[in-house]
């Protein structure tokens, strides 16, 4: 019987960019696998989001910069 080995060492980069946190203590991210700009959004408690990053030994982006909102003309 044979059984499928599993790789010691996964060599596809891992991305996370942090959107926010809330005061419940929840942190709102972005993960992405191999290309940064394909990502999916997710929202973990703190220890979890940890451990998630530990885990998939994740390399951090940094926060995106928001274009300036236009003013209104009073």
Known sequence: MNTPSVPLFEATPRYVR????????????????????????????????????CVNRVRFLPPLETAPQPQADD
């Open 18 to 53: 942090v959107e926010g946190r809330t005061p419940e203590g929840f942190v709102q991210f972005a993960f992405s696998v191999a290309d940064p700009e394909l990502n999916v959004e997710l929202i973990m408690p703190e220890p979890m989001f940890e451990a998630f990053c």
